[in-house]
T-cell receptor, first 112, second 114 residues
Framework: QKEVEQNSGPLSVPEGAIASLNCTYS??????FFWYRQYSGKSPELIMF????GDKEDGRFTAQLNKASQYVSLLIRDSQPSDSATYLC????????????FGKGTMLLVSP | NAGVTQTPKFQVLKTGQSMTLQCAQD?????MYWYRQDPGMGLRLIYY???????DKGEVPNGYNVSRLNKREFSLRLESAAPSQTSVYFC?????????????FGPGTRLTVL
C-alpha cells in the first residue's frame, strides 16, 4: 500500500463550483497533514495544514481530517480558473526527523 | 528577501558526468531538503539537513551526495550521472521539521541526462 494516495485526475469543475480533493494515508500514527498547490512549471506552495480531526477553514479553502478513516480532503469553494493546478497532499513521517511524504498530486481544472 | 534560490535552472549532462546543484536560503531556516519530481511521481525526498552540520538520507538517496556548507547553503552532487536521474530537482527549507513547519521551495532545476 502506498503511503499517501491521491487520485491523479484531472478533476474538472466549472467556475463557481466546489472542488473536492481527497487523500488517504497508510501510517495511522501520522499527526500533521499539508496541502501544497503547484502550478504547471512552478514550485509547490503551501495552502493549508491541519493537525486535528475535523474541519479547518481559510478563506475559500477547507481542510478536513478524519484520522479514524485515515483520510484528509481539501474543499475549494467558488472555484476560479486561477485555482487550476496540481494539489499535493503531504503527511509527516513519524520515524526519525520530521519530514514529509507527498502524494502524487491531483490535477484540478476549473473551466470558465 | 529572495527566499530559496537554486542554480542552475537548466542543465544537460552526458551519462557519467558529474555536477553540483546549488541551493541557498535567506530566511535563517534551520532545515533544508532536496527533492526530485518525476512525471506522475510526486515529490520524493533525496536528502535533508535538519540543522547546520547534519545531513540524512531520504527516500531515494542512491547516486547522490549532499553538503550543508553553512546555515544558508545546501548542495546536491551527482558524481556519475545516469539517465534515471533525469528529473526536476527542488530545494526547500523550513524553520524546523517539515512535519510541523511550512516548507518554502526554490524554483527548481530541470536536469536532463543523455
Amino acid at each position: 500500500q502506498k503511503e499517501v494516495e491521491q487520485n491523479s485526475g484531472p478533476l474538472s469543475v466549472p467556475e463557481g463550483a466546489i472542488a473536492s480533493l481527497n487523500c488517504t494515508y497508510s501510517d495511522r500514527g501520522s499527526q500533521s497533514f499539508f496541502w501544497y498547490r503547484q502550478y504547471s512549471g512552478k514550485s509547490p506552495e503551501l495552502i493549508m495544514f491541519i493537525y486535528s480531526n475535523g474541519d479547518k477553514e481559510d478563506g475559500r479553502f477547507t481542510a478536513q481530517l478524519n484520522k479514524a478513516s485515515q483520510y484528509v480532503s481539501l474543499l475549494i469553494r467558488d472555484s476560479q480558473p486561477s485555482d487550476s493546478a496540481t494539489y499535493l497532499c503531504a503527511v509527516n513521517r513519524r520515524s526519525g526527523y520530521s519530514t514529509l511524504t507527498f502524494g502524487k498530486g491531483t490535477m484540478l481544472l476549473v473551466s470558465p | 528577501n529572495a527566499g530559496v534560490t537554486q542554480t542552475p535552472k537548466f542543465q544537460v549532462l552526458k551519462t557519467g558526468q558529474s555536477m553540483t546543484l546549488q541551493c541557498a536560503q535567506d530566511m535563517n531556516h534551520n532545515s533544508m531538503y532536496w527533492y526530485r519530481q518525476d512525471p506522475g511521481m510526486g515529490l520524493r525526498l533525496i536528502y535533508y539537513s535538519a540543522s547546520e552540520g547534519t545531513t540524512d538520507k531520504g527516500e531515494v538517496p542512491n547516486g547522490y551526495n549532499v553538503s550543508r556548507l553553512n546555515k544558508r547553503e545546501f548542495s546536491l552532487r551527482l558524481e556519475s550521472a545516469a539517465p534515471s536521474q533525469t528529473s526536476v530537482y527542488f530545494c526547500a527549507s523550513s524553520e524546523g521539521g517539515a512535519g510541523y513547519n511550512e516548507q518554502f521551495f526554490g524554483p527548481g532545476t530541470r536536469l536532463t541526462v543523455l
